[in-house]
């Protein structure tokens, strides 16, 4: 079963214990029947984008009077939030589509691959309905349609901070949707199309509520949170007695004021870039990028019709070394892109070898239906795809566990993910994004609460990881 199925039983069950009104109806049988209501799954894949959509889906459900149903036999409709960027994520999506009607029968199907609805009733004839990515009142009404909601005025539907599918304590927050760019071996802006911004007020409304109701971390996510406001540059708002530019920057600044901790997501590199890392000296802003630069080679980037200046990025990354030394900066790659060469990726690896980025996953490239890198000739042959990505893997490998290693001894902040019966915890330092990045373990730790933000004395580091001990622990 999907994990994000396990975290909405866990929500579920989180809010039952707040509803002491059901509590008492049991008690007192003979008191006001509450109407049953209609129990809905969720079943959400791909990235953190479509997290928030199936958040935003569950929130607005739940205020029409929905229950979260943790499996399929007790839900009424099951809802599927798809993945459509590669093909092997389509075949997930439709393996998961083809589940959920097994188990429970009544499925509803949205996100990316809602594009591709005549696939999906080739293959599955008996799905109630299909609506495309982020179209949020299709979705509810599709399902008041194969559920009717049965609302009643003595039950208190929803928190003001909305339903969540990630922990209490840190929440995406996604600033916009789609994307301008149209790199060759991407299909994102057909399914999600163009660039649209929300308002600067919207957004900070939505993290001020968030942190009231617990978070402590902000992600700030995007299909490119550079380009955030560019569409709306000429619309300030007004927050706090205050004009608000939608402008990356700014709104950076003021969600600094808002969360402990504010993490920045799908960052690319433009000249305005610069303008952040003070911020995150300043400690109003995770000293943390999330830049995709997917490759180096100035040969490749053209092909993937992606803007790229090499040396001046990294006479930018040492720039923002000296100004934030701690900035930790992460970056995805992909190898064997059709057209590259052994040369460029010997010059990709000398390339990160200069840059020292303290996070990088790498991707063999893989065709996506659509994408126009699809026609590039010289097509990498797979063996090779897969030599070079653990080529890859053992470079970055080694300058991660060089990285950690000149941690140990220092005192980090860490904030509480976990905290386990024997006295152990497990949480992040301000380098590490939830499932993505590494942990840090650590010891006496039993007194701590999850979401604490704890100042912790590193012991020791792998490849990946950091154990330590809280400040003040003894043992």
């Given amino acids: ?69 943790p499996d399929y036999a007790g839900a009424d409709v099951v809802l599927v939030n798809t993945c459509g960027f590669l093909d092997s994520a389509k075949e997930e999506s439709l393996e998961a589509i083809g ?166 997501h799908y960052v690319y590199p433009y000249p305005h870039v610069d303008q952040v890392i003070p911020l995150m000296a300043e400690g109003l802003v995770l000293p943390y990028l999330d830049i995709p630069f997917q490759h180096a080679a100035p040969s490749v980037l053209r092909r993937m019709k992606r803007p790229g200046n090499d040396a001046k990025v990294l006479q930018r990354i040492h720039q923002w070394r000296e100004i934030c030394p701690d900035i930790a900066i992460r970056s995805t790659f992909v190898v064997g892109f059709p057209g590259e060469t052994e040369e460029d990726f010997e010059y990709l690896l000398d390339w990160l070898e200069e840059a020292q980025l303290d996070r990088v996953g790498a991707f063999r490239f893989e065709p996506v239906e659509g994408a126009a890198a699809n026609a590039l000739p010289d097509h990498v042959p797979e063996e090779v795809k897969e030599e070079r990505y653990a080529r890859i893997m053992e470079k970055t490998a080694a300058i991660s566990a060089a990285k950690l290693a000149a941690k140990v001894g220092r005192t980090l902040p860490v904030i509480i993910d976990a905290v386990d019966e024997e006295g152990g915890a497990t949480g992040r330092s301000q380098a590490d994004a939830p499932e993505i990045d590494g942990e840090v373990f650590l010891r006496d730790a039993g007194h701590l609460t999850i979401g604490d933000i704890v100042q912790v004395e590193i012991e020791d580091a792998d490849e990946h990881d950091l154990y330590g001990v809280p400040v003040g622990a003894h043992g």
């Fill in 1 to 69: 079963m999907p994990g994000s199925w396990r975290r909405v039983d866990h929500l579920a069950q989180a809010h039952l214990e707040k509803c002491p009104d059901l509590d008492y109806v049991r008690a007192y049988p003979m008191a006001t029947k509450l109407p049953t209501p209609p129990r809905v799954g969720m079943v959400s894949l791909g990235c953190p984008k479509n997290l928030v959509d199936s958040e935003r889906i569950l929130t607005q459900l739940r205020a029409d009077g929905y229950q979260m149903s």
């Fill in 99 to 264: 589940e959920a009607i097994k188990e429970n029968g009544r499925v509803i199907v949205t996100g990316c691959m809602g594009k591709e609805a005549e696939a999906i009733r080739t293959r599955f004839p008996d799905v109630l309905a299909i609506t495309g990515a982020h179209e949020y009142e299709q979705v509810v009404e599709a399902v008041h349609a194969a559920a009717p909601a049965n609302l009643s005025p003595y039950i208190d539907l929803i928190p003001d901070a909305g339903l969540k599918l990630t922990p209490r304590h840190y929440s995406y927050l996604k600033i916009s949707e789609g994307c301008n760019h149209r790199c060759s071996f991407c299909i994102i802006p057909s399914l999600r199309g163009d660039l649209v911004s929300r308002r600067p007020d919207a957004i900070l409304r939505e993290a001020e509520k968030l942190v009231a109701a617990g978070t402590r971390e902000l992600l700030v996510i995007s299909q490119d949170t550079s380009a955030y406001g560019i569409d709306i540059r000429r619309e300030p708002r007004m927050w706090k007695g205050q004009e608000v530019v939608p402008h990356m920057t700014d709104l950076a600044r003021e969600l600094g004021k808002i969360a402990p901790w504010v993490r920045l």
